[in-house]
């Protein structure tokens, strides 16, 4: 098992937004979570990630507990993280910002003299995942001058440039275009194999083409977990949460 | 030529001497010396995004080494300068490594603080003088040669040091930690999830920008000849930051004309009326509302503060 979270409680004062969520997820596996907003999605995540430290419960990454370790440590380790609100680097251009994802696995940066941006390597590797991703046209631009959705795909192409064995994903086609969720969709399904995937997201299509497994999660609480196909027909998930996007349609 | 506006100010620098006039040899050495502390300052402030109020404390750190080493008779200014630059340093180390345990308002009110310890441990320097500060007989000597006693000769050793620090900090504003550091400042949670842990970084950009200031105190000792708390004080925490402020943050040499601004301008203000801090309050509030980014912004070609980094 490459992720593993066993018996997460998280209480924000009196309210508790995880309440024991158990998960797993397979090398190379897509695993979607959904459920309506304010579900504990997003702070579910946060307790994955290293930003949140869960009152209860632990997490075992590639068999190891890392429940105490540092977000920086965890991201060492192969676990990257797309935020719901897009996290980038806003007055560096694209491809320094990809630099910046780049060099943080390659040794310490305590390195004071040579030019960042003098590593043809470096900037190789930079430019082909910009490629991958559909952004080397813009490598020059300041990340502030962006469109929404060319940060979401910058903040991701950073996430690739890691090499991650992991990827946590909080919504990552949230407000965005048509066209732009269908790239993003796109590229995700052709990673798919490749890294694994914790993917949150409202868009039941791009959840129903890219995950092995789902997790539902209301109020906090897991209702549902299975393969696509299950989670489709399980009469509970459809009345909490499916439901109503099927006659919203 | 990629870079006119360095090399004109440098070498417009260098004509300072020719007019003859000690006053201003002497005035300008202290406006580079403080263009010196303004360039340390603003390397935490506008490319770390750490807003010091202590900065004085490793500037008065520096010019207290040189006073202290004097006592002792050592005067060579190759130990006493290195000296003084690795005092600032050695203090830095521990101010950093606690002041950056917290953040923003705490990190001023912190830094603020440190510097009061340090202000007030050097009030209490009775060999030094004590609150009056100490007189400095001769200034530092270079190999047994005294020649720095020369106010031309000292110009041009505290121009090419001003030249020194503005390349060095091009060098490091432009490398992989200067990118680090930057990146810290625009994005630290960002910055953690892409493996980096930022304290480190933060604390040696803490610990350089101090090593800097000490160099900048040294040579104002040996400038005005004497040491004294005043260096050490809040204000001129205060002054350089408003320095740094005024000619652009996040630019190099945003704050070179600053210093330059800012010290000029106290100059004339000061040779016309006697309240000249009620004129230059205003004043600053003007330039800040009309050139956001620093008097750097209103030079041509400049239409982006932060174009020294890329
Ligand atoms: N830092 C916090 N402090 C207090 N309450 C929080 C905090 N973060 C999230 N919450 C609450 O926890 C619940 C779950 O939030 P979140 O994980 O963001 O949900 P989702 O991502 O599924 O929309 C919400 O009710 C939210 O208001
Ligand atoms: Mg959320």
Redesign the interface.
């Known amino acids: 098992m490459l992720l593993e979270a066993r018996g997460l409680v998280k209480h924000f004062g009196a309210m508790t937004a995880t309440s024991s969520v158990s998960l797993a997820v397979k090398s190379g596996e897509v695993h979607a979570v959904i459920g309506p907003n304010g579900a504990g999605k997003t702070t579910l995540l946060a307790q994955l ?1 290293g ?1 949140l430290t869960p009152d209860e419960g632990a997490v075992f990454f590639e068999g190891r507990a890392i429940t105490s370790l ?3 440590r965890r ?2 380790l192969g676990i ?2 797309v ?1 719901q609100l897009t ?7 694209v491809i ?1 910002n990809m ?3 780049h ?3 390659s040794g310490h ?8 941006g003098a590593d043809a390597g470096a900037r190789t590797h930079s430019l082909e995942v910009l490629d991958q991703v559909g952004l080397v046209e813009r490598a020059s631009v300041a990340a502030r001058a962006l469109s929404h959705g060319e940060q979401r795909q910058l903040e991701l192409a ?1 996430m690739l440039a ?1 090499r991650p064995k992991l990827l946590l994903l909080d919504e990552p086609t949230a407000g965005m275009g048509i066209e732009e969720t269908e790239r993003v969709v796109g590229l995700l399904s052709r990673l798919k194999g490749e890294v694994a995937m914790l993917l949150v997201e409202h868009d039941m299509d791009a959840v129903f083409e890219l995950a092995d497994r789902v997790t539902v999660l209301v109020y906090g609480r897991v209702i549902a977990e299975g393969g696509v196909d299950a989670i489709r027909r399980d009469p509970d998930v459809r009345r909490a949460y499916l439901g109503d996007e099927e006659s919203g349609e | 030529m990629k870079r006119p506006l360095p090399i004109l100010l440098f070498g417009l620098l260098l004509l300072v001497p020719l007019c003859g006039e000690v006053f201003y040899t002497r005035l300008f050495s202290r406006i580079m010396i403080h263009a010196i502390f303004a360039i340390s300052l603003d390397l935490m402030l506008g490319y770390g995004g750490m807003v010091s109020f202590g900065h004085a404390a490793f500037f008065g750190a520096g010019a207290y080494t040189v006073g202290i080493l004097s006592l002792h008779g050592v005067s060579s200014a190759l130990i006493v300068w290195p000296a003084a630059v690795g005092v600032a340093a050695l203090l830095a180390l521990p101010i950093g490594a606690l002041s950056l345990r917290t953040s923003g308002a705490y990190f001023i009110m912190i830094t603020l603080a440190f510097a009061q310890i340090v202000y007030y441990f050097a009030f209490g320097l009775e060999s030094c003088g004590g609150s009056d500060g100490m007189r400095l007989a001769t200034r530092n000597t270079v190999g047994g040669w005294a020649g720095l006693a020369g106010h031309t000769v000292y110009y041009h050793v505290v121009w090419g040091c001003l030249l020194a620090v503005f390349l060095g900090c091009r060098r490091l504003v432009g490398s992989r930690f200067g990118f680090v550091i930057g990146g810290i400042r625009q994005n630290e949670a960002r910055m953690g999830s892409l493996g980096y842990a930022p304290f480190g970084y933060k604390l040696t950009c803490f610990v350089i920008a101090a090593s800097i200031a000490g160099l900048a105190g040294a040579l104002i000792a040996n400038e005005a000849l004497y040491v004294s708390p005043s260096f050490l004080h809040w204000t001129q925490s205060g002054h350089v930051l408003v320095m740094v402020i005024l000619g652009g943050m996040g630019t190099l040499l945003g704050p070179i004309l600053g210093a330059m601004a800012l010290l000029l301008t106290e100059e004339v203000l000061s040779s016309f009326t006697e309240h000249w801090m009620i004129v230059l309050g205003p004043s600053l509030i003007v330039v800040v509302l009309y050139a956001r980014r620093g008097l750097i912004s209103l030079l041509p070609g400049r239409r982006e503060a932060r174009a020294d980094a890329s």
């Not at chain 1, 996290?87 to 251009?93: A, M």
């Not at chain 1, 940066?109 to 960042?116: A, H, M, T």
């Open positions: 990630s930003e540092s977000v920086p991201a060492a990257g993280r935020y996290s980038i680097f806003p007055d560096y251009t320094e630099l910046l994802a060099y943080s696995t940066s305590f390195r004071f003299l040579r030019g960042f950073m890691l």
